[in-house]
């Protein structure tokens, strides 16, 4: 038989690998009713960050925290891409502005804060990190390449270059798959990289 404190442990256990966070649903598949829920709010160990997520109180922040959140608001059909996966993956210094979330089509959830990317992505352009997906560095820049500047794209493909995380081959063989404008500034990268 479970008790109050295998609960806890279970919900502790849960918020740990998610930053601090979890949803009203995976706190009821741990043991916590919506009534407990309440009590839990009411008496402040529990903040509601959005509806149906909260945090253990006091948790620290981390840099990924947003990452995090925003996943859980997608009930973990989102993949952190774009500018934001340059983010998570330190590659230039875009400033992404909102979150950007890749999501399969027929996701319907909107909020202001979060840019919805709808595509379907492949399992090997993805990669898990502490409590959310991630695309890899070459979707990273792949996908970047179809939306931000040259000189953005040139930081990316540099950076990323620069550490080893993607090759110049890899790279151009799956550009011409972004569109003609992502190869094309593809290839200015790789150009000005190689001069």
């Known amino acids: 038989m479970t008790t109050?404190?295998?609960?806890?442990?279970?919900?502790?256990?849960?918020?740990?690998?998610?930053?601090?966070?979890?949803?009203?649903s995976q706190a009821v598949?741990?043991?916590?009713?919506?009534?407990?829920?309440?009590?839990?709010?009411?008496s402040g160990s529990w903040q509601r960050v959005e509806r149906g997520i909260f945090r253990?109180?006091?948790?620290?922040?981390t840099v990924n925290d947003a990452f995090v959140l925003w996943s859980l608001w997608s009930r973990g059909r989102g993949v952190v891409s774009h500018a934001s996966?340059?983010?998570?993956?330190?590659?230039?210094?875009?400033?992404?502005g909102l979150i950007t979330l890749t999501v399969a089509p027929g996701f319907r959830a909107r909020t202001p804060a979060v840019r919805i990317v709808t595509s379907t992505l492949p399992a090997d352009d993805v990669e898990?990190?502490?409590g959310f997906w991630v695309t890899t560095p070459l979707r990273t820049v792949l996908d970047?390449?179809?939306?931000?500047t040259q000189d953005s794209v040139n930081d990316a493909v540099h950076d990323a270059l620069s550490r080893g995380l993607i090759t110049p081959r890899g790279l151009l063989s799956r550009s011409d798959?972004?569109?003609?404008?992502?190869?094309?500034r593809i290839e200015r990268a790789l150009a000005r990289w190689n001069g």
Do not use: C, I, M
Request: net charge negative.
């Open 177 to 184: 798959d972004h569109g003609d404008r992502a190869a094309l």
């Open 144 to 148: 970047v390449a179809q939306t931000e």
């Open 85 to 96: 996966a340059l983010a998570v993956h330190e590659l230039s210094v875009l400033d992404p």
């Open 56 to 61: 253990l109180r006091g948790w620290p922040a």
């Open 128 to 130: 898990q990190r502490e």
């Open 4 to 24: 109050r404190r295998d609960n806890l442990n279970a919900l502790h256990a849960l918020a740990y690998r998610q930053a601090g966070y979890f949803t009203a």
């Open 29 to 42: 598949d741990v043991g916590f009713t919506y009534q407990a829920q309440k009590h839990h709010l009411d």
